[in-house]
Nanobody
Framework: QVQLVESGGGLVQPGESLRLSCAAS????????MGWYRQAPGKQRELVAT???????NYAISVKGRFTISRDNAKNTAYLQMNSLKPEDTAVYYC???????WGQGTQVTVSS
C-alpha cells in the first residue's frame, strides 16, 4: 500500500521560511519522480516543483529562486524548502509520486501578517 505523508506546514509571516517533508512508503522511492503541488481556495491545483529519480528539478516560475525541492533516498523522503514566503503562497501543499500518480493528504501553509 502506497502512502505519502506530508508534514511541516503552518502559519508564518511574509518573508519567513518553512520546510515541508513528504515521507513515502510502499514504493521503490529512488525510482520515482517526486513532486509538490498546491491548491489555494477557489483555484485549481498547480505544480510547484518536481525532482526526478536522477535529481533533475523543475519549478513553477512563481517559486523559482525561493523554493528548493530535494530528496533523500535513504530516508524515502522528499522536501520542499520554502524561503521568502509571500501571502500568495498560501495553499494546501500536496506531495505526488509518479509513476502511479500517488498523492498525500496535504499540509496547510498560511502566509499572513
Amino acid at each position: 500500500q502506497v502512502q505519502l505523508v506530508e508534514s511541516g506546514g503552518g502559519l508564518v509571516q511574509p518573508g519567513e521560511s518553512l520546510r515541508l517533508s513528504c515521507a513515502a512508503s510502499g514504493i521503490a522511492f529512488r525510482a520515482y519522480t517526486m513532486g509538490w503541488y498546491r491548491q489555494a481556495p477557489g483555484k485549481q491545483r498547480e505544480l510547484v516543483a518536481t525532482i526526478s529519480s536522477g535529481g533533475y528539478t523543475n519549478y513553477a516560475i512563481s517559486v523559482k529562486g525561493r523554493f528548493t525541492i530535494s530528496r533523500d533516498n535513504a530516508k524515502n523522503t522528499a522536501y520542499l524548502q520554502m524561503n521568502s514566503l509571500k501571502p500568495e503562497d498560501t495553499a494546501v501543499y500536496y506531495c505526488n509520486a509518479v509513476p502511479g500518480d500517488h498523492w498525500g493528504q496535504g499540509t496547510q501553509v498560511t502566509v499572513s501578517s
